[in-house]
């Protein structure tokens, strides 16, 4: 007898349409057909949702960045681009793709531990935040700017000295390749001034994917006083302080939603308690993941059903070359299984114990363990869900000679 | 105090020139500044010997295949077409490249759990061998041929009813997606022959990366068995039966390299007392890792040298979108270093416990935690070796906007 294995829970908002999985109105097999499988599915709507729900839960004046590494996908980056105040990126390459989504070089902000000379030039050139994240790095940016004849717009992105507690992974709290400790900023911020270059203020990101609101409410906290400490040892109040972000989605069996209601008014009161001298400061959430990831479901064909010593697999034309983290390859010490359905019987119900692999010859590539799932033949197309963020560019798409999957934009 | 970690063990055979590392002869600051960094530079002359010893210790007639999934970089996979007796390839992509690189159709076997009815009809337009892999996939190829006019030429691949002990994937002995259950092979190889289909043998993988002759040896004295049971049971000498590969590479700190020698006279001597059924096969080992591995480096130049609480980070221009292994993010339960070398200051001696970070702005990118390397600043170059298989095309290239790097075959 065959283990069965949860799979992550579905998230909600997702229907069917003549007993198929439906994303933007159209059901899973029309997609594929007219798209092509595999197939990245983002929903606008989805996006539009969640980005009122978090406006609507969170202060007022805070401004809502989107972390495009999280989905690049040039029509769902150029649907952010309205929708947000900024748009943070991580390389020379993201900022060619935010300009060309019709991001506002103003409105950019670049954060990552190792800028080349060619990326710092590009990102003063275009009038974007830099994020310094070292002090040699500082002295490569100024030097830059001065050769160009144009004034840099800096932030220093600081390495806390607290943690994100639960969160998925830790960018804070200990020795990190990330920011500067905490000792280093004032003097690399007055450095900053005297050059003349424009310092914007402060980066502080102390984790990522956390489901607890007390655990982000309380970095959000331990964020703005180590923001009123570094200002006041500055002697200046920044114009801008990036809270990083944390907020994370279920993925796996027992995770629940981040209660966003709590932590926005817990936020709201934090903003209003403010000391002097960050009162005229803007501040931003930087998120990626929480706002895509929940928005976009990966399909995938069915090739091949067939039985191993009693066990049930479906071999999909998809796998782990666009799916790494669902395959439980990246970032992961113990495989769990996404959320995950069959699309093209979405309103079937489970019926047997399959594991759902995809079509690389590595038994690395397994998208869905033992899950309990209605029948399924060759033609089904297999939905894994939370493809949003991480998907499509963290995955290895030219493994095995494959090549990318499909991605569509849907209403 | 910081604790330093061991790093795997450098493969014999790498020298220096002018104190910096050399790959073909030329020195790693050279071969950075003509061709860009991050490098994957792969050395033809390693390759030839590697292949040379292999062919050496093995039995004279023992057909030496290359499995390209490890590396398909154009110019090295040419370079191999010229020595090996096959390429086994894993997909419709992998098919063009290979013949592309000049691969005689006749010396092609294709196994994957998941083929498409286009990549079937691609390879029986083309004439190479299709490893069955179920029994709908069998039907669907006959079809295929029958549509065509063409006769597929058709090996049934086998799971084994046991595994390669030790290895680091284990491709049989259980439920698996690979291939068909030991009961299936017989009704299925008798289907292929009564449909006319020209029927050429068994492949037969239980596993990889093992370093073990041991361990090897047994597994190929049991695969020898299991062919000549299941040609007994189809009443027919297979042509051609592939041996499987699972030929390891030392990657880890206290790994040693595999005693091919030992592995090679045991083979000889299986070969000897084969059954009367396989007296006119022609047997095959498939190996990737083991003949390209060693044969690459992968070269990285530094760009920021900072010290967190204590601890020095070199964060280089390269990460984990090139070297995902070696991060420790792919098919890794705990994560240990790779060999890793300063390759611009080869000669020097180690006097700095450093992490060797990517640029990425995510916590997994780290190339080599910890370790003991002379000391090194902003434009020296890292080298990870190890780097000839399963790197660039194993690695999510377009992450954080990044690229692929460049990569480049030298003698």
């Known amino acids: ?27 899973a097999s029309a ?30 004046d805070l401004d809502i960045h989107y972390a495009m590494k999280a989905n690049p996908f040039q029509p769902l980056l150029s649907h952010m681009v309205g929708r947000v105040d900024g748009i943070d990126i991580a390389s020379g390459g993201e900022l060619t793709m935010a300009l060309a989504a019709g991001a506002e070089p103003g409105k950019i902000s670049f954060a990552g531990p190792g ?100 655990a982000i409410i309380e970095t959000q906290a331990q964020t703005l006083a180590l923001a009123a400490r570094l200002a006041t040892a500055i002697g200046q109040s920044p114009d801008h302080v990036n809270l990083g972000g944390g907020f994370g989605i279920p993925y796996f069996p027992g995770d629940e939603q981040l209660d966003i209601a709590r932590v926005g008014t817990a936020l709201s009161n934090q903003l209003k308690q403010l000391p002097d001298i960050l009162a005229n400061t803007r501040f931003a959430i930087e998120l990626g993941r929480y706002l895509v990831g929940e928005a976009g479901v990966y399909l995938t064909r069915i090739i091949d059903r067939k039985v191993s ?17 669902a395959s439980g390859n990246f970032g992961t010490v113990v495989r769990r299984n996404y959320p995950a359905a069959i699309a093209s019987k ?17 038994p690395l590539d397994r998208l869905s363990d033992n899950a309990a799932m209605p029948k399924a033949d060759v033609g089904d197309i297999v939905a894994i869900f939370c493809a949003g963020a991480y998907g499509a560019t963290a995955s290895p798409a030219n493994f095995l000679g494959q090549g990318a999957a499909s991605e569509i934009l849907v209403a």
């Open 346 to 362: 979405f309103d079937a119900q489970s019926s047997e114990t399959v594991s759902i692999v995809g079509c690389l010859c590595t």
């Open 31 to 60: 997609l594929v057909s007219q798209h092509g499988s595999p197939l990245f599915v983002y929903s606008a709507g989805r996006l539009d949702v969640r980005i009122e729900q978090l406006r609507a839960a969170m202060p007022r």
């Open 1 to 27: 007898m065959i283990k069965t294995k949860p799979t992550g829970p579905i998230p909600a908002g997702f229907h069917s349409f003549n007993g198929e999985l439906a994303v933007g109105g159209q059901q």
């Open 309 to 325: 010593q009693g066990q049930v697999f479906l071999v999909t034309d998809g796998g782990l070359h666009h799916q790494l983290a």
């Open 115 to 214: 800028k080349r000379d060619d990326e710092l030039e590009q990102a003063i050139r275009a009038g974007v935040t830099i994020n310094i994240e070292s002090p040699s790095e500082c002295e490569r940016a100024l030097r830059i700017g001065a050769s160009m004849g144009k004034r840099p717009r800096l932030a220093i992105r600081v390495n806390p000295d607290f943690d994100l507690k639960g969160s998925g992974m830790k960018m804070g709290g200990g020795a990190k390749p990330f920011g500067m400790d905490v000792d280093l900023v004032a003097p690399t911020a007055r450095h900053i001034l005297d050059a003349g270059a424009d310092w914007r203020g402060f980066h502080i990101f102390a984790g990522s994917q956390a489901l607890s609101a007390d």
